[in-house]
Structures are given as structure tokens and as C-alpha cells.
């Protein structure tokens, strides 16, 4: 690990308790290195008087010892412990923090609702462009809403209805929900939303949704739909979907709901209340969609405690990218800024040939930064044949930043400009990308083989290029400081890429510097 060092989370919620230990760079970048989770549901341990007794405690306290010694095990600098609803709300709640300290040697920050909510926005938007949006954090024992724009945080409620208590308050038979138990539920919702003006405000935006009951969801609709890619951060559940799963979970006896491909049997008896508040909160808010987040409270504790704040959008991709080439990458980050200054360069050039729509350079930019920066990235897994690793890597992990069909754009990107591109790679895809997406990869792929050639002997040997366009060709001049053999042989492999992708020729003379 050499100069980096470990920080642990403890999560103690209101349906499961979890473990997170993080390793750390210097400079602030992170990546999750273990993680454990243990059923607790704390919210069904409240007693009639709102405490939660010692002997409702003891249950627990093992787990937490547990994931006290990970993370001694792991040598973790510093151990957050934050506790939220169920141990909040409870009557005795410093009561219940000192006991914890006492068995376990944990020290517990009891989060208030609004804290609950600025981790979840932290941890969300350090981790989606989003500019403007809702957030929703369905736990067991309460639901955050909060309104972000401009990526600041505006407003934010914490809401005491959670899934578990949802549950028992409302729908505890094992059978199917009844009209009555559903509309007591989402009365008792309505309710507490009329109570916040802001909440109707910002109608048509996304609400993006962290927790068990979204992820769930999340999955129930990949398997309905068939969907190719196993990720859940970025997936989009349209109105359409959570209204379908709203009507169908509490429709099914428990022992049917724990049937469901793709539905844990552990969130069987709460996903029915679960969905209850999300399609409740959807329909208030008029929400265009809910995005799913794979991060949240955890992520966001973790980046406060780095002093990292809030990424504006623009630098959310470079930041998460810089930190996959801190933990992952073997080639030399010089060589792979030269890469991507080289590629710009020709992206500048045709953005002025094409006269390219703004937006779409401004995407064109974004997928060649990380098609550049990412291309050997599987040369991690192993160096031979690295552009099969990265292409599985980037497209079945990619960064969180960006959208699914993003990191399929920047996968297979990364593979044309090593002169990799299959057809067979997007085949399976082809309801996650548009029409055009073929042609997009092949342009600025060609575009980036042309970078990666100029670099091939990683030397820096082209030190900078000028670019034009004329007579039916791809004109470079090409001002070396050094031997370039290698670069031309790489751009004579180039050729007949660039020539089908653009219909033009590729051109070159070198200028060496004395």
C-alpha cells in the first residue's frame, strides 16, 4: 500500500448493520477494498415506551466486534461509526451509543436526520453529473428526501417511515397488502410531504435513489427486462416500472414474493412497503425517473472525513478516473496524458471540420478522456492481450460517473483505438445504444489509434502535433524530438481504420528538431 492508508465505516441502520473499509491515497483518491452486511432490523427492537433495552442490544453487539476487528485487521486509521433512525428515535439513544462503546470499544455518532441526508447527497453527487435533482434514502426506519441544485443541497426532510416500520405498521400479515393497508401507508406519507412546500417545486426532475429497496428494485426490473449489464449504479427505472412493481409486490403473499428471481428472500417482507414509498414520493414530487445510486451515506462520510467536498460536474469522470489509475493502472501516466492530448487535438480539428453540435462535442470529449486515460487499463489483470481485459473491465465496471451506455461507448472506444472493434462486442447491447453509436465508435476511435500510434514507443517521441484537414485527407505535421519509428509504423496500421471511419486519408510529415 505504500504511502496509503485505511479508513473504516461502520453503518448501523435501521434494517442492517455493515462493515466498509476503504483504502486511500494522499492526494484523495479512494476505492472500496471489503465489505460486510448483517441483518439487525433495530426497528422492530423499539419497545411501546420508544427504547431499545439492553437485552435487545446483545444480539448485535458480536457482529460489531466483528467489524471492529476488520477493521484493526485492515489497520484502518480512523473507524467512523454512525448510527441513524432506529437508534435516533429511540428514547434512550446516548443510552444505547454508550453501551455499544462499552462491549464493542466503537465509538457511535448518532446522525440527525439532516446529517443522514447531506452523507446521501455527498455521496451521491461525487458520484453522478447530475447539475439538479431529488434524492430519495428509503431505510428501515425512515426515508430522506432532499432537493439539490446547482449541486448545492437546498432542502432535506427525514421522514419516519422506513421499510421495516412501514412494514409493521402497516402490512404485518404474511399474506398480500389490501387496498386499506396500502392507502393507510401512502395517507400517512402525503401527510408528512404536505407539510414541506419545497417538495412540489421542482417538478420533471430525476430523483436518484439510494438503499436496499432501490437496488432491489433495481434488479427485478434488469431481470424482467432482460438487461445486459449486471450494474445497478446509473440504471433508470421509468414511472412505467415502479409503477408495475408498486402494484404487483404488495399484491403477492409473502411466501410468492420470495419467489421472485432476483429479489433477496431477506427484503421479501419489506420491499412491498419499500416500493409503497417510492412510487408515493415519485408521484408527489413528479419525478421524470429514479437513477439508481450505488453510493450514499458511506461514500459521502468517507468524503468529508478526505476533505474532498463536492466535485463540480465536470470534474466527477476525472476525479474517479484518476483514482482507478492510482489503485489499477501499470502504464505511465505521462504516456497516457500525451495519449489524450494528441486525441483532443484531432477531436478539435474535426469538431471545427464537421462543425459538430456543441453537445455533442461535449460528449465526444468526455468519451475520448476516458477511452484515452483508461486504454490500458487491463494491462493490470494481465498485459498480454490487455485490450480483452479492459474492454470486459470498462464495460462491466466502469466508472460510476458515467451512464451505462457511456461506459459501453468508452469500452468498445478504447478497443478501436488499439485496432481491437468487434461488432459482436455491441451486439448484446444494442437496446442500450442509439442508432449512431456505431459510427460514433468507430470515428473517435480512429481518432485515438492515430494518438496511440504517435506514442507507441511511450517516449514522447512526437512531441506535439498540428492537425488539418484538405485535399480529401488527414494532413499531421508532426514535430518529434527524438527517433519516431515506431509511431510510424504505428500510424501506417491507422490508415485503413481512419479512412473507413471518416472517408478520408491519413497523411503525415515528421519535423525533427535539432
Known sequence: MGNNHTFGIVDIGSNSIRVAVYEMTSAGEYRLIHENKESARLSLKINADGKLYREDLIGIMPILQQFHHICLQYKCRDIRVAATAAIRNASNSQEIADSILEHTGLQVQILSGEQEAYYGFLGVVSNIEYDDGFIIDIGGGSTEVTLFRGRRLLHSISLPI??????????????????????SLTKKLEQLLAQHSWIMSSPGLPLVGLGGTIRALSKLDQHRANYPLKVAHHYKLDPNAIHYFAQLLPSLPLAKRKQLDGLSKSR?????????????????????????????????M?????????????????????SLLAFHSTARLDHLLHVYKHSNRLLDTFAQYTAYPREYKQQAEKLLYVSAMLYKIGGSIHYHQYDKHTLYWLTNAPIAGLTHREALLCANIAAAGLGKAKASSLAPYRNLLEPADAELIAQIGSLLQIAIALNISETEAVEDIVAEIKADALQLELFCSKQALLETRGLEAAVKPFKKAWKLGLKWNLHHSR
Open 268 to 300: 421479501s417482507d419489506i420491499i412491498a412497503p419499500g416500493v409503497i414509498i417510492l412510487n408515493t414520493i415519485m408521484a408527489y414530487i413528479q419525478a421524470s425517473s429514479v437513477v439508481v445510486s450505488g453510493t450514499g451515506l458511506r461514500e459521502g
Open 162 to 183: 422506513g421499510a421495516v416500520n412501514g412494514h409493521t405498521s402497516c402490512g404485518k400479515s404474511p399474506e398480500a397488502w389490501t387496498e386499506h393497508d396500502i392507502s
Open 302 to 322: 468517507l468524503i468529508e472525513a478526505a476533505g474532498l467536498g463536492v466535485p463540480a460536474a465536470a470534474e466527477v469522470i476525472p476525479r474517479q478516473t484518476r
